[in-house]
């Protein structure tokens, strides 16, 4: 198993990844929703169910509670979501491509398969989610709360979680490429099977790990990390650590 410890030489011209709508993966600070390349052609939306299969381009959702939905393969196109609450329900196989998510509370809705392209993600809640296999390329989440999501065989990609914290999410199987936690607090996460290239924890507040150290092959880390996951380096690898 190789970790890489100390000063990792990558680097991401500013100008990498950038879709058409302008968003990149690596902006250091969240954009408001006047500054969305699309605000000025956002439509509200009209406060009705959404439906399974719908099409969503340029709407604004705000405001607003979806328990139980049920609108599996829903598309959200360069559109925003700002102070809306799911509770339960399922939005399987949905696509979101560029969109931008300010207040949202996602609690125990179905997200597994999704899609999610171009995306950001501000100051918003998900708890007991299931996004297992879910794909995500170049999606940044600032200042979120993940508690209990599942995210196994998920494939990231570009992605960054800056101040966020991540509480006993499971990546099992999960494959993470191009991946940051700057300022995050990382804890009781699973990486059982994980597939990482490129996966940079030395940024993160707070690193605790659950299980899977074994597979951390592809993840830089700080010689500090390094010495704090000593113990489960050690339990893994079934050495046994004795002071006298």
């Not at 992605?159 to 006993?168: E, I, S, T």
């Amino acid at each position: 198993m190789i970790i890489v410890i100390g000063s990792w030489c990558g680097h991401r011209h500013a100008g990498a990844g950038r879709s058409a709508a302008g968003y990149h993966p690596r902006m250091s600070e969240p954009r408001a929703l006047a500054d969305l390349p699309f605000a000025a052609y956002l439509e509200d939306h009209d406060g009705g169910r959404l439906e399974p299969g719908g099409d969503y381009n340029v709407v604004h959702l705000a405001d607003q509670e979806f328990p139980d939905l049920a609108a599996g393969n829903a598309r959200f196109s360069e559109s925003a979501l700002s102070t809306v609450r799911f509770t339960d329900g399922s939005l399987r196989r949905a696509r979101f491509n560029d969109v931008w998510l300010h207040g949202v509370q996602v609690i125990g809705t179905d997200l597994a398969e999704t899609g999610w392209l171009d995306a950001e993600v501000v100051n918003s809640a998900f708890a007991g989610v299931a996004m297992f296999e879910a794909g995500l390329s170049r999606v940044t989440f600032f200042g979120c709360k993940l508690v209990s999501v599942n995210l196994r065989g998920a494939v990231l990609r570009d992605v960054a979680f800056v101040g966020c914290v991540l509480r006993d999410v499971d990546f099992t199987e999960a494959r993470l490429t191009d991946v940051t936690f700057p300022g995050s607090t990382l804890e009781d996460l699973r990486f059982d099977d994980v597939e990482l290239k490129k996966v940079d924890l030395r940024d993160a507040a707070e690193l605790g790990i659950r299980s899977g150290v074994a597979s951390l092959r592809g993840a830089t880390i700080t010689f500090a990390q390094a010495i704090d996951l000593a113990p489960a380096f050690a339990h893994t690898l079934g050495i046994t650590v004795k002071d006298s």
